[in-house]
């Protein structure tokens, strides 16, 4: 079944304990992407990689990492968490192309940060 | 930067109702707007995907149009029914990819 996987679903940490949420797709995407949505928020898009070894800041990258070693994952590594990362996180993926294909998003995480 | 905006913010219909979201996005040299319907609790599904230089794409009750020079895009629902009750969001993608806020749709029985 193609599909985006994340873990952990959930997540309660706390201030300053580094974590990293993984995220994988079996679908040979060369396109991945973190999202964080808040309310009232909406979704925000962290960080973004177009293929391996390849990835730039979105609209809030500040207090995040992210690397793109193999094409199938992309995870997300807070070095020193936040309570204002507390948040909902999705990862997604999609074909990169000359045309931009749907993106395909997984079940996401829900992170506390205490 | 881009910024998308939904209307309504919440919408409630009777079953059986035609109805349209709305969308609209500041810069109108987006790669494509994609729309897509997310459950409560859960992830994102997308429903459609038009490219710049498409007008409109359809799948089944849905059809969703695009006008870039007005900075655009409804989603028509025809014939609603409880089980499109979602939030529904639309998306503009350049070099990043912006959301609205979503629109909070219930099909009343």
């Known amino acids: 079944e193609a599909q985006v996987t994340q873990n952990p679903r959930y997540l309660i940490t706390v201030t300053g304990k580094k974590l990293t949420v993984t995220c994988s797709q079996n679908?040979?995407?060369?396109?991945m992407s973190w999202y964080r949505q808040d309310p009232g928020l909406g979704l925000r898009q962290i960080y973004y990689?177009?293929?391996?070894?390849?990835?730039d800041k979105g609209d809030v990258p500040e207090g995040y990492k992210v690397s793109r070693k193999e094409k199938r994952n992309f995870p997300l590594i807070l070095e020193s968490p936040s309570p204002n990362q507390t948040s909902l996180y999705f990862c997604?993926?999609?074909?990169?192309?000359?045309?931009?294909?749907?993106?395909?998003f997984g079940p996401g995480t829900r992170l506390t940060v205490l | 930067k881009q910024e998308v905006t939904q209307i309504p913010a919440a919408l409630s219909v009777p079953e059986g109702e035609n109805l349209v979201l709305n969308c609209s996005f500041t810069?109108?040299?987006?790669?494509?707007l994609q729309w897509f319907r997310q459950d409560p609790g859960k992830g994102l599904t997308s429903l459609l995907l038009?490219?710049?230089?498409?007008r409109e794409q359809t799948s089944g009750r849905l059809n969703a149009s695009l006008d870039k020079s007005s900075g655009r895009s409804t989603l028509y629902i025809a014939a609603s029914q409880p089980g499109d009750s979602a939030t529904y969001l639309c998306?503009?993608?350049?070099?990043?990819?912006?959301f609205g806020a979503g629109t909070r749709l219930t099909v009343k029985p």
């Open positions: 997604a993926s999609r074909r990169q192309g000359p045309i931009y294909n749907e993106q395909f």
């Open positions: 679908m040979n995407h060369e396109y």
């Open positions: 990689s177009m293929n391996v070894e390849v990835t």
């Open positions: 810069d109108s040299a987006i790669y494509n």
């Open positions: 038009i490219q710049s230089s498409q």
């Open positions: 998306a503009g993608e350049r070099n990043d990819m912006r």
